[in-house]
Nanobody
């Protein structure tokens, strides 16, 4: 599976942004998907995950209620809708895929290249 993340940008606190992750290669619909982020000087952390059919979702406590993960298997694409953005959301956001669904970084087999999100306060 090859993953291509896009949609990052620079915006002010309180704004919204939608990230996309386009997949190619093996059957996208058979993989659980996730989003992680890495801020400067920090480890990559879990943001959100979604099961292959979209029926199960997980969120980090820091984004719960503000971010929504979704997927469109017909378009081989997953999304991360980010609302009420804060300066602490500034990071490089990575999409990832794995055969199951989960929060652990080590469980993911495939990673996209990342897209930068910068939120100014």
């Amino acid at each position: 599976v090859q993953l291509q993340a896009s949609g990052g940008g620079l915006l002010q606190a309180g704004g919204s942004l939608r990230l996309s992750c386009a997949a190619s290669g093996r059957s996208f619909s058979s993989y659980g998907m996730g989003w992680f982020r890495q801020a400067p000087g920090k480890e990559r952390e879990f943001v959100a995950a979604i099961s292959w059919a979209g029926g199960i979702t997980y969120y980090a406590d820091s984004v719960k209620g503000r971010f929504t993960i979704s997927r469109d298997n017909a378009k081989n694409t997953q999304y991360l809708q980010m609302n009420s953005l804060k300066s602490e959301d500034t990071a490089i956001y990575y999409c990832a895929a794995q055969p199951t669904t989960g929060r652990l970084r080590g469980g993911y087999d495939y990673w996209g290249q990342g897209t930068q999100v910068t939120v100014s306060s």
